[in-house]
């Protein structure tokens, strides 16, 4: 197991598209998040996951966002009706059983034009 | 509501001139700190994770040490390759980061 592996790395989409990204986090880590990052800003919390169960989402996540992760496995983030605003670097992370550490992958890059 | 806040935002050191960099936070319950590396257009790097105030950790020229209240990254007679964007992030289920720190390391 190499670590966390995102998909694509870079996508390019036009506005009001859909995209969907996919996280496969490291093996037998029970939580998975998801994290928004802007140029110059820290990651920004979307959603985790415990296992298959979404415990939280973020208040500024809007309705065009959702993520699932099914059988507790990888998790996959989609974009409806993609906004300019959603370009950024879309970030997953996978904690195991104790929060020894928290690995990220190396991010999804959204460009929306 | 945690808030995780990290000064300086810049830091321009010459190679060997050592420094430390603050990570202050509040929050409920804290399950752990940690300390992460991030290059430009890169996932951040896993560095440290700290518990309890006291505890310290230490790879290569950084150092990590934690108290109630803030964290410090110091680092030791850094070089060029040192030159990255640190992070630090509270863990209460759900991970808080602050804006971070550049670091720039001219040689």
């Known amino acids: 197991d190499t670590g966390v592996s995102q998909d694509p790395r870079h996508k390019i989409t036009k506005r009001g598209q859909n995209v969907t990204f996919r996280c496969d986090p490291i093996s037998e880590h029970n939580r998975l998040y998801w994290y928004r990052q802007t140029l110059g800003q820290g990651p920004e919390f979307l959603t985790y996951?415990?296992?298959?169960?979404?415990?939280?989402k973020s208040r500024l996540l809007s309705d065009r966002f959702s993520a699932e992760r099914p059988k507790g496995s990888f998790s996959t983030l989609e974009i409806q009706r993609t906004e300019q605003g959603d370009s950024a670097m879309y970030l997953c992370a996978s904690i195991p059983v104790g929060d020894t550490e928290a690995f990220f992958g190396q991010g999804t890059r959204l460009t929306v034009v | 509501e945690d808030q995780v806040t990290q000064s300086p935002e810049a830091l321009r050191l010459q190679e060997g001139e050592s420094s430390s960099l603050n990570c202050s936070y509040t929050v409920s319950g804290l399950r752990g700190l940690f300390w992460y590396r991030q290059d430009p257009g890169k996932g951040p790097e896993f560095l440290f994770t700290l518990y309890s105030a006291g505890e310290e950790k230490e790879k290569e020229r950084l150092k990590a040490t934690l108290t109630k209240k803030e964290s410090f990254l110091h680092i030791t007679a850094p070089k060029p390759e040192d030159s990255a964007t640190y992070l630090c992030?509270?863990?209460?289920?759900?991970?808080?980061f602050g804006a971070g720190t550049t670091v720039t390391v001219r040689a």
């Open positions: 996951f415990q296992n298959e169960a979404q415990l939280e």
């Open positions: 992030a509270v863990n209460d289920y759900k991970l808080s």
